[in-house]
Every structure is written in structure tokens, then in C-alpha cells.
């Protein structure tokens, strides 16, 4: 197996984990403070970290990515991105301390003003460590890079916990959230010797810009783009409905979310590297896309089907309005994974700006879709709904779109999804059999027989569709783990 594939493999796999336990403790946390806190408090946490989101769109302005294209033309180009990075970061964090007032706009309680100003220092300290990020994917470094996380993961959900065993309320969340910012750039400075010298060069600078903006642009709009539902419930039913649909969206956001994630991290540099050879170019891609729909149909289906037993069992009862929500957008985050590795695919053949123009084309029907919903409803299964039929025309699009300029045919696209589709439904058959059957047995019991029914189902399924596929896929993940490659040194780009 080549090494390239190796440490794609392995990188994904340490991704995926890494960044998956992350979000899985990001969702220990939230289950404590849903438990603890009135669905009005766990919403101003909700709208407090809406608004920070949006000012985090703002973030390097597509530095990192330029550097991780452009890192091997010149040394200075790493100095260059630190201080560029540091800059746009201080800026985040004065933006995000003047414009909290204006949050009030949304909220009649003043806490949610004063929570996004503790939580300002947030956009400084993560500036700290960009430009080591960038340097580590782009030496494929993905293990360290995501132990650095995890553990910053855990420490965060330690200090929430410690804050709200001595009641500290919604506070607890910024005070996790900051101290896992710290743990998260000092370890990226403690595990890359690289160091910046402080030398700043125009040209760099410029160099960076050029193919940075039409990155931040896309970062600029999608954060912005895909929170539109929540603004929209913030704006109409308020603070107590945001707090349901958050609830709603944490599982599938933190399984499926964290793959689509995971997956963009990687195969970008990946892709960089490969970018000059044609075939081997569009193969690695069809075959990212095609493993990335067979990973997560299953879990946006299976998710839908058992919501109605892990939703109450993660957060409590007083939550039960929110299972329809997550059916619904555990398959509206199912359709949005399918295209998403064909944005990194366009940013690394130089073409960045394509994703933009694509953002721009997509608000065009969702931002007055949502909204419109929102209003006329008032309800957050009809919002769901919107975002639902709105990712179902996204995912078309760009794949027509991937499909005209990289030179894909339609065929391949539909040869490489259709047998996750049918094992998909199969397993949806036959969870629902086992739900009707078992539907007098323990909780647990009917939960742990759909899991079980549903992987074994969609395995088999999948085996007697797309064996071939099967096989390659469970080979080369045996090959990864046998021929680990031996770690390059990481360094400063060559001058």
C-alpha cells in the first residue's frame, strides 16, 4: 500500500476518534448542563454560542489553508501566517466584546451580553496555535494534531462538570470552554518544535491573502448560512425553542458532524498532494465520497429510528419535544455529508472560489426558505423540516457541479452510492420490525436490539451489494495499521 494511502487511513482513523471523542465529551457536557439547567438557561448558553459562531467565521481568513497549499515555496511563509493569525484573532476578540450589547437584540436577559464577552478571549488564544494546525496537517501529523485535542476535550468537560457541582450555573460553560482553548494551543506548541521568528513580509503576506480569501469567503458564509435556522428560532419562538432544537441537533452533530469534519481536515492536504496526477486524483475522491456516504447512512437512519429511546436517556424527559427534530435532521446532516468532499476537492485544484460562488447560490434559497418557515410556524419540527428539503437540493447541486468541473460522470457518482442506499433501507426495514415486535421490553433492551439488528443488517447488506468495496475498504485499513509509516520530521517549509 502506498504511503500516501497509509497515512490517509491511519489519519482518518486518529481523526475521526480523536475528534469524535471530542465531540462525544463536548456531548457529556451538554447532557449535564440539559439536565441541570431550565431549558431557558441551556438556551441563553445556546444563543450565546450562535454569536460567538458567527464571530469565529471570521477566523484566519483562510490562512491556514493557504499555507498548508502554498507551505513547502518559502520558509518565511509560516512567520508570515503567525502574525497575520494573531492579528485576525485580537480583532475577533474586540469585535466579539463591542458587538455583545447588540446581542440583546435577540434576548431580554442581560447574561446573554455578558456570557459572550467572558467567552471574547476564546478568538486570541485559538489565533495562537492556527499556524501550527496548518503545519501539522500539512506533514500529515493527524495523530498528534488530535491526541492535542482530545485531551483539551477532556479537560474541558472536567471543569464544566467541577463548575456545576459548586453551582455555578450557565457560567460553567465558558469557563470550560476557555480553559480547554489553553490546554488545546499550548499543546500545539509543545508537540511542534516550529517556532515563529516574528518576520513579516508583504509579499508573504499577499501571497497568503490571495488564495486565503476565496477560502475565508466560503468560511465567511457557510458558518453563517448554516446557523440561519437557529437565528431564525431565536428571532421568532425564542430562547426556550432554541434550546429544544440545540438538543435536538447535538447527537447528530456530534456523530455525523464530527465524520464530515474529520474527513475535510484530512483529505485536504491529501488532496494537495495528489492534485497533479488526474486519475489518481479523481479515484481517491469518488472513493472518499463513496466511504464517507457508507459510514454515515447508517448512522443518520439508525439515529432517526431509535431518537424516540436515546433522546430521553441522554438528557431527561423534559426534552421529549425534541425527538421529531433530531428524526428529521439526523437525516438532514446524512444528505449534507454526501457532497462535502468535493469542496476540498475544488480548493485543492485551485479553484476555492467555486465553493464560495456555491455558498452564495445556496443562500440565495435557504436563508428565505428558513426564515419564512420559521415565522409563519413558529415551531422547530417545521424549521427542521426546511433545513431537511433545503440539504436535499444542496446535495444535487454540488454534485452536478463537481460532476462539470472535475470531469466526473453522473454514472459514477450514482455506481458509488447506490448500494449504501439499499443497505440503508434494508437496515431501516428491519430495525422497525424489531421496534414493533419488542415494543413491550425494557427500554434498554428494545435500544441495544435496534443497534444490533441495524448493524448486522446493514453489514450484510452491504456485503451482498458491494462486496468488492467491503473488502478494499477492511484490507487497506489492516495494511494502515500493519505498515504504519515512520513519522517525518516536522519543519519549516523549504525554502
Known amino acids: 500500500m502506498s504511503t500516501i494511502g497509509s497515512r490517509t487511513v491511519m489519519g482518518l482513523t486518529w481523526a475521526y476518534f480523536a475528534y469524535g471523542g471530542d465531540k462525544a465529551l463536548s456531548l457529556v457536557t ?22 460567538i459562531g458567527f464571530v469565529d467565521a471570521l477566523r484566519d481568513v483562510g490562512i ?16 508570515t501566517a503567525f502574525i497575520l493569525s494573531a492579528a485576525i484573532g485580537l480583532s475577533q476578540m474586540v469585535a466579539a466584546l463591542l458587538l455583545a450589547p447588540f446581542a440583546q437584540t435577540f434576548s431580554d436577559d442581560p447574561r446573554l451580553s455578558d456570557l459572550i464577552m467572558v467567552m471574547a478571549p476564546i478568538f486570541l488564544i485559538n489565533s495562537m496555535a492556527s499556524t501550527h494546525d496548518a503545519l501539522l496537517h500539512r506533514q500529515l501529523k493527524f495523530r498528534v494534531c488530535y491526541s492535542v485535542d482530545f485531551m483539551a476535550a477532556t479537560v474541558r468537560t472536567g471543569v464544566v462538570i467541577l463548575c456545576v457541582l459548586a ?23 509543545a508537540v511542534l518544535p516550529w517556532r ?56 447528530p452533530d456530534v456523530i455525523l458532524g464530527s465524520l464530515g469534519v474529520v474527513v475535510s481536515r484530512i483529505m485536504f492536504p491529501v488532496f494537495v498532494r495528489i492534485r497533479e496526477d488526474g486519475n489518481e486524483f479523481k479515484d481517491h475522491l469518488l472513493a472518499t465520497a463513496r466511504r464517507m456516504v457508507m459510514a454515515s447512512a447508517p448512522i443518520g437512519v439508525g439515529l432517526a429510528l431509535v431518537a424516540p429511546i436515546v433522546l430521553p436517556l441522554a438528557f431527561g424527559d423534559k426534552w421529549g419535544p425534541a425527538i421529531p427534530v433530531m428524526q428529521i435532521l439526523a437525516l438532514a446532516l446524512t444528505l449534507d455529508t454526501i457532497p462535502w468532499a468535493f469542496g476540498d476537492a475544488f480548493k485543492a485544484v485551485g479553484r476555492p472560489g467555486l465553493a464560495t460562488l456555491l455558498l452564495i447560490v445556496e443562500a440565495c434559497y435557504m436563508v428565505p426558505a428558513i426564515w419564512s418557515v420559521t415565522y409563519l410556524f413558529q415551531d422547530v419540527t417545521a424549521t427542521a423540516a426546511v433545513v431537511l428539503a433545503c440539504s436535499a437540493v444542496t446535495a444535487v447541486l454540488r454534485i452536478a457541479v463537481a460532476c462539470s468541473t472535475l470531469d466526473i460522470k453522473v454514472r459514477q457518482v450514482w ?41 448486522v443488517a446493514y453489514i450484510l447488506s452491504i456485503w451482498l451489494v458491494d462486496r468488492h468495496e467491503a473488502r478494499h475498504i477492511i484490507q487497506t485499513i489492516l495494511s494502515a495499521w500493519q505498515r504504519t509509516p515512520r513519522p517525518d520530521p516536522i519543519r519549516e517549509p523549504a525554502p
Open 30 to 51: 451538554i447532557a449535564v448542563l440539559a439536565r441541570v439547567l431550565v431549558p431557558e438557561d441551556f438556551g441563553i448558553i445556546a444563543a450565546g454560542t450562535l454569536f
Open 64 to 79: 491556514k489553508d493557504a499555507l498548508t497549499y502554498k507551505g513547502d515555496e518559502k520558509a518565511s511563509l509560516a512567520d
Open 167 to 189: 453551582d455555578f450555573g450557565i457560567w460553567s460553560f465558558p469557563a470550560g470552554m476557555l480553559t480547554s482553548a489553553v490546554v488545546r494551543a499550548a499543546g500545539r506548541w
Open 196 to 251: 515563529p521568528s516574528w518576520r513579516f513580509d508583504a509579499d508573504d503576506a499577499r501571497l497568503l491573502m490571495r488564495f486565503g480569501l476565496h477560502v475565508w469567503a466560503a468560511s465567511l458564509i457557510a458558518p453563517i448560512l448554516f446557523r440561519m435556522d437557529q437565528l431564525s428560532i431565536l428571532s421568532f419562538p425564542g430562547e426556550a425553542m432554541l434550546a429544544v432544537y440545540v438538543v435536538a441537533l447535538r447527537l
Open 415 to 455: 455506481v458509488a452510492f447506490q448500494g449504501t442506499a439499499l443497505a440503508a433501507g434494508f437496515m431501516a426495514v428491519c430495525v422497525l420490525g424489531w421496534q414493533h415486535m419488542a415494543g413491550s421490553l425494557p427500554v434498554p433492551v428494545v435500544l441495544a436490539g435496534s443497534v444490533t439488528v441495524g448493524a
